[in-house]
């Protein structure tokens, strides 16, 4: 009766989704998440709870405001769905543990800072800090409930690639990264580890260099490009498959770790 308990997995990720809409629509215009009530944001409209069903609610009403009519942004079902899908496909591959909690919020993170970052060339620095703390949690769960805590493999992974990206943020004077990415690096590397961190470093450039050079040929995107979805993608695809690909690429080379 698994396919039950990914069901409720699935459920609980559209719900917190739901909470991922509000941080992202309110965090950059440094609103509270707490203190408004959801509303519509053309009339005003205090929303009810039927309205506020994830997912539902929004194919129900067909994408419109029950009051006045105006369109809700697609961007909300989008978030919802993507957040549930994420939540579900690290339990199935990570399997039905206590980790893959911390990387379902690490996963949460990461996809509203990626709009945003994509939105305002900025990450919030609450996203870092979330993240963080995560890892902070993952590094006292390893101590007290595993035998092998390898706790230097994790604080030398804060340090293995946001050293590199700070050295490069200063040189280039900001232009080359930002210092959101820098400290994203650093709180993610505290919760993967150094390997994995430096694997989601090279995956996030290169997703970074052929994506974007692809938008900028294909759409006249601008030249600037917001490093954080990229590295995002890059620690997720870590938190996936980073083991396999090590594996996988140090047996091509003859390397036994």
Sequence with gaps: MQWILYTVIFLYGIVFGSFLNVCIYRIPK????????????SCGYSLKWFDLIPLFSW?????????????ISVQYPLIEGANGVLWLVIFLVRG???ESVFFCALASALLALSVIDARTYEIPFGFNVFIFCIGILHLGYRVIFTKQPDVWLYVLGFFAVSSVT???YFLSKGRAIGGGDVKLMAAA??????RLISLSFILGCILGAVVHTLRMKLSGANRVLAMGPYLSA???LSVLFGEQLLTWYFEILGITL
């Design 96 to 98: 039905l543990c206590v």
């Design 166 to 168: 700070a050295a490069i």
């Design 234 to 236: 890059g620690i997720l």
């Design 59 to 71: 194919l129900f009403l067909r994408g419109k405001c029950r009051k006045c009519g105006a369109k």
């Design 30 to 41: 440094k609103e509270s998440l707490v203190k408004v009530s959801s509303h519509c944001t």
């Design 189 to 194: 590397g505290l919760l993967l580890g150094w």
